[in-house]
C-alpha cells in the first residue's frame, strides 16, 4: 500500500480480510480511513461473544452429557453476502438437522459475481442457524452451530 496523498491506495480483498483479523484479534469492533479526496475504507469486524469466568459453574453431569452439548461455530472466512442456497437449487446446503462432512458447503458469500464457499469444519449436525439469509457478514461471523459427531 504505498501512494502519496493525492492517490487512492490499492488494496486487494485478502489485504482487507488480513486487516479485519487483526481488527477483530485487536477486539476492534470497526476501522475506517478517510483521505482527503473524499475516499473512505471502512471494515466492521464481528466480535465473539465475551466469556464470563462464571458460565459454568456445574460440572458436567457426565462425559456423555459434556460431549451431547458440546456445539461448534461455523465461521465465515470471508466478508460478503450470506446465503444458504445455491443460486441454481432450491434445497438449503446444510438445513437444521442435516448432517455434513468436514469441508462440505453450508453456504456462499457472493461480492458482485463471486462466491466464496463457507464450509463445515467437522462432521456433524447442523443445529442452529444464527445468521440471516441476505445479510452482509464480516470476516468471521458465526452463522451456524454444530453438534459434532464422535468418532466411532
Known sequence: MTGSASQIPSFDTDEIAS???MLAQAGL???EISGPDGTRLFIKTSQPEPQSETRHTQP???KKTNAANTCRAVKTP???VLTFTHPLRDTPFAPVGS???ADDVVALLTLETLQIPVVASVDGEVIEITAQEGEL???GTEIMKMR???AA
Open 19 to 21: 486487516i479485519a483479523g
Open 29 to 31: 469492533e470497526s476501522f
Open 60 to 62: 458436567p453431569l457426565s
Open 78 to 80: 470471508y466478508f460478503g
Open 99 to 101: 448432517h455434513v462432512k
Open 137 to 139: 457478514t464480516g470476516f
Open 148 to 150: 459434532p459427531t464422535s
